[in-house]
């Protein structure tokens, strides 16, 4: 039993260390660093397409930083 745990507990925690977060990106907006926080938003995209907090923070960055066409995409 304690072989499966750390087997599973080693397997997994790449996947919660890996890559910027959304989570990153919104203590970046919060402060201020619109670029910083639109370099984790896409950095993030680019390993998952579809999430849909992070197209949305990256609009609002756009948005924040006065390009309204772009944030529109």
Not at 40 to 48: G, P, R
Request: aromatic share 14%.
């Amino acid at each position: 039993m304690w072989r499966i745990l750390i087997i599973l507990v080693v397997f997994s925690t790449p996947l919660f260390a890996a890559g910027p977060s959304v989570q990153e990106a919104l203590k970046k907006e919060s402060a201020g660093d619109y670029e910083g926080a639109q370099a984790i938003y896409e950095a993030f995209i680019k390993e998952n397409p579809n999430h849909e907090a992070a197209i949305y923070g990256l609009g609002q960055v756009h948005y924040w930083q006065g390009d309204y066409k772009k944030s529109l995409e």
